[in-house]
């Protein structure tokens, strides 16, 4: 089959569903054409299952911390000591359950708006035409005018010699997407990488009653940040009983002894790090050290479509590829690999292409939130970012415990910290960070205030609600310095 459209769209994540629908109901004919399923990693693979999944583990943290404020449930009435019991089929199927319904939910929406779904596999055969290998056989050809590529990324294969996952039994060697579909707690969970997946699963996992073991090969967990956050977040996640090796090295993996993970360690792990040789015994490991593109299937050169040496897709400051018929959007691109740059990329071109707009990508404010116990929040410059590309400037900092604020101390979450960094003279807000209780919503606040071209003084001097978590935001300058 062949047919004309105005527009196609490769990939249903977050930007590319919004954009299919918005092109449909401008009356512009389109195409979008899915591999798996709707809602792109963030709805299958991503947001949606993995906090879904900590929301179990902060219940399970809760539960064991009852007598902390006094409350006894079960075995804790009666013996006054920690009890949980986890069942981890329940888990899943919660995860299950919600994704499910976030999915079809999305499917429903682009039917209605009038966009042809197509699952398959997409390619290109020239400049204007896309082959799609349809999930139940027939083969397509499809010309168009536009084409917008939102294929994601996917889990990176580890590179350790002599490594073959094939060793070992189903369920053992986990990526990101595989370790949603446990049945069990492990025993003893590796963690490769000590970036935010990394943290957010090892905590996790934790907290169900894994034993767990994080390799972070840089000298400090999240390489991005600060020292001083990474060194605060080191400190919640020993206090949970995650184990940290820094500075170390996965050498190789292979499989143990006995090859029942429900009963012992099947994987044996050689770690090679600041005390030297070591050896971990383990029941399973999960890889989470990277991420790739989805771009080697797309024959992109056959539509003179240019990639970095890592494979994303070069675009300039409207998303546009170096075919000006083809744009590129959200993970598949490279940058920050949140859902919520897709959906702004989306924003972009709906505004430029169907709203005659002019807008760019550049010098947009994108804020984070890391879902672990507390949450790391982050908008705008870190400290040493800041020093970096403002030398001449007077660059001050203001660095607070989270100790320090009521709200926490009444609900006993008083772990981490919150620290801004700000222009002297102008007295404009450049950065900031919060890792505590609701991490991510205090730093929305001063989001805002960075939006609005606000003075730390403001926040300062305004009149927050007491207590809230918001008010610490009165105290925080105090330090400034």
Not at 144 to 170: L, M
Not at 381 to 404: D, F, G, T
Request: proline share 4%; hydrophobic share 40%.
């Amino acid at each position: 089959m062949s047919t004309h459209y105005d527009a196609i769209v490769i990939g249903s994540g977050q930007g590319g569903t919004p954009l299919s629908m918005a092109f449909a109901k401008a009356q512009h004919k389109t195409a979008l054409i899915e591999s798996s399923h709707v809602g792109g990693c963030c709805i299958n693979e991503g947001c949606t299952p993995t906090k879904t999944m900590i929301a179990s583990g902060r219940v399970a943290y809760l539960a064991q911390r009852g007598p902390q404020y006094g409350i006894y449930t079960g075995d804790q009435a009666d013996a006054a000591q920690n009890y949980v019991n986890v069942k981890m089929e329940v888990v899943r199927q919660r995860k299950r359950d919600i994704v499910d319904s976030f999915r079809s939910g999305s499917e429903r929406r682009i039917r209605e708006a009038g966009v042809d779904l197509i699952f398959g596999t997409a390619c290109f055969k020239d400049e204007r035409t896309v082959h799609v290998r349809t999930l139940d056989g027939p083969e397509m050809s499809l010309t168009t005018d536009r084409v917008f590529i939102c294929s994601g990324e996917r889990p990176a294969t580890p590179k350790i010699d002599g490594f073959d996952a094939a060793a070992f039994p189903s369920g053992v060697v986990l990526d990101s997407t595989s370790i949603q579909e446990l049945g069990v707690v492990p025993s003893h969970l590796v963690v490769v990488g000590g970036g935010y997946i990394g943290l957010e699963f090892g905590q996790l996992f934790r907290r169900l009653g894994a034993a767990v073991t994080v390799i972070q090969r840089g000298a400090q967990l999240l390489s991005r940040e600060d020292a001083d956050v990474a060194q605060a977040m080191l400190s919640v996640l020993k206090e949970d009983g995650v184990r940290v090796l820094l500075d170390a090295t996965p050498t190789a993996i292979r499989p143990a002894g006995n090859q029942d993970p429900a009963t012992a360690a099947v994987v044996s792990v050689a770690v090679s790090g600041q005390d030297g040789q070591s050896e971990l015994q383990a029941s399973h490991v999960l890889f989470a050290a990277g991420r790739v593109p989805n771009t080697e299937t797309l024959n992109l050169s056959a539509a003179n479509i240019e990639t970095t040496a890592r494979g994303h897709i070069i675009t300039d400051a409207q998303l546009r590829t170096t075919n000006p018929r083809v744009w590129a959007l959200g993970d598949v691109k490279g940058g920050p690999a949140f859902t919520h740059v897709s959906y702004d990329d989306f924003r972009l071109l709906r505004t430029n292409l169907l709203e005659q707009g002019n807008l760019t990508v550049s010098e947009r404010l994108i804020p984070y939130v890391v879902y672990t116990d507390p949450q790391l929040g982050h908008v705008g410059l870190h400290e040493h970012e800041a020093r970096e590309q403002y030398p001449s400037r007077k660059i001050q900092v203001a660095s607070m415990p989270m100790s320090y604020v009521a709200r926490a101390l009444e609900t006993d979450e008083t772990r981490g910290l919150m620290k801004a960094v700000v222009d002297a003279e102008s007295q404009r807000i450049l950065g900031f960070t919060c890792l505590g209780i609701e991490g991510g919503e205090i730093m929305s606040l001063v989001e805002m205030a960075m939006i609005g071209g606000v003075k730390w003084t403001a926040l300062r001097d305004a009149i927050w609600a007491h207590p809230s978590l918001a008010e610490s935001l009165n105290n925080l300058w105090g330090s400034l310095k």
